[in-house]
C-alpha cells in the first residue's frame, strides 16, 4: 500500500512545480510524507543560505502529500483539496546539501485537514517547522482551457 502512495504522490508531482524546485518525494503511508530537495546555487539567498521561499514550498508539497495519503482518487477529483493556511516558523538558516521535510496529518475532517511538517537539513538539523491547514472543496475543480 505505501508503495502505491508513494507512486501516485510521484506520478502527481512529474513535470509540475516540484519538478521546476527539485522537490522529491521519498516515502509515504496513511497520513504521512518525506519529501526532499537537493539544494542547488538557484535555491539561495543573497546571504547564500536557502531562501525561505523554497522551505514553505517543501512544506506544502509535503504536508499535501500527506494528505493526499489519505484520500483516494475518486475522492480528489470530487473534492481536491487545497492549502487555506501556512504557516511556517525559520528556525535556523538552512545550509548543506539536503532538505528534508516530514510531513504527518493531525487532524482530518470533512472539509479541513490539518498537518505538521518538520524541514532537517543534512546535518539533522530542525532548520523550519510548519503547520498547514487544507481546505476540502465543495466539488471538483474548474479547468483551465
Known amino acids: ?16 512545480f516540484w519538478d521546476l524546485v527539485g522537490i522529491e518525494f521519498d516515502s ?21 543560505v536557502v ?16 494528505v493526499r495519503s ?3 482518487a475518486e475522492e480528489i477529483a470530487a473534492r481536491p483539496h487545497a492549502t487555506s493556511d501556512l504557516h511556517v516558523v525559520y528556525m535556523a538558516p538552512a545550509r548543506g546539501a539536503l532538505l528534508v521535510a516530514d510531513a ?16 532537517t ?11 498547514v491547514t487544507f481546505v476540502i472543496g465543495q466539488g471538483p475543480p474548474v479547468r483551465r482551457d
Open 1 to 16: 500500500m505505501t508503495d502505491d502512495i508513494l507512486a501516485n504522490l510521484r506520478a502527481t508531482a512529474a513535470g509540475r
Open 28 to 48: 509515504a503511508a496513511p497520513g504521512h510524507a518525506v519529501c526532499s530537495v537537493r539544494l542547488r546555487d538557484e535555491h539561495l539567498n543573497y546571504n547564500e
Open 51 to 66: 531562501h525561505g521561499g523554497v522551505i514553505s514550498s517543501l512544506i506544502d508539497s509535503a504536508a499535501g502529500g500527506a
Open 70 to 72: 489519505t484520500r483516494t
Open 104 to 119: 504527518r496529518v493531525v487532524r482530518k475532517g470533512r472539509t479541513a485537514v490539518f498537518t505538521e511538517v518538520d524541514v
Open 121 to 131: 537539513d543534512d546535518a539533522g538539523r530542525l532548520v523550519a517547522r510548519g503547520l
